[in-house]
């Protein structure tokens, strides 16, 4: 009993001599992107799992697509609050021509979003030729410097992500973000993070 209670008193010393270690702390980078300077590519939100896209080249039917649910535009929103918060500014929004993808970026709320063939999902419907060229396109978007001052968020698809980046991305999620450090000819990964992640982030702030 004894020994419990040294130790008792020694975790509550730790805390109250770094208070920091009771909290989930918000990581280095995001200094850096308080800077400007990345890419931050996002697969778009939580989507009804049981929806198709059956009019798949008519990027107008919206009905005909893959819709996002209530949970997917709760943290959209949530994700846009959160980069307020944090300071990170946004210099463009770039979306896929899908409306799951457009919405997501619509509900950020960190500007005007510009669509894209670029970054829209095109998977079986359209040639392997121009798969190819989306993926080439996604990778010279997250190797391109953004305009001063300002990060770039694209909002794609997971077959886009997988092509360009790779099998590491197989598994991505709905929401996921991978964050870009570009130099003018390639990037680097800083980080992937999931939607929710964000406002824990500025909630340690």
Do not use: C
Not at 182 to 198: C, F, N, S
């Amino acid at each position: 009993m004894t020994m419990h209670i040294a130790r008792l008193v020694i975790v509550s010393l730790a805390l109250a001599l770094w208070p920091g270690l009771a909290l989930s702390q918000t990581p280095d980078w995001i200094d850096g992107l308080k800077q400007g300077g990345y890419v931050i590519v996002v697969r778009h939100g939580a989507t009804y799992p049981d929806q198709a896209d059956t009019d798949p080249l008519n990027h107008k039917n919206v009905a005909a697509q893959r819709q996002l649910n209530d949970d997917g535009r709760a943290k959209a929103r949530a994700f846009g609050d959160a980069l307020r918060k944090l300071q990170v500014p946004v210099a463009e929004v770039k979306t896929s021509f899908m409306n799951r993808a457009v919405e997501t970026g619509t509900l950020i709320g960190l500007g005007t979003v510009t669509q894209t063939l670029d970054v829209t999902e095109g998977n079986q419907i359209v040639s392997p030729n121009e798969n190819t060229r989306r993926a080439q396109a996604l990778r010279k978007l997250a190797a391109t410097n953004p305009p001063a001052g300002g990060n770039v968020i694209v909002v794609t698809h997971k077959p886009n992500i997988l092509d360009a980046f790779g099998k590491d991305w197989f598994e991505i999620k709905e929401g996921e973000a991978s964050v870009f450090k570009p130099d003018g000819t390639g990037y680097k990964l800083i980080a992937r993070v999931q939607m929710d992640e964000w406002s824990k982030f500025a909630a340690a702030k």
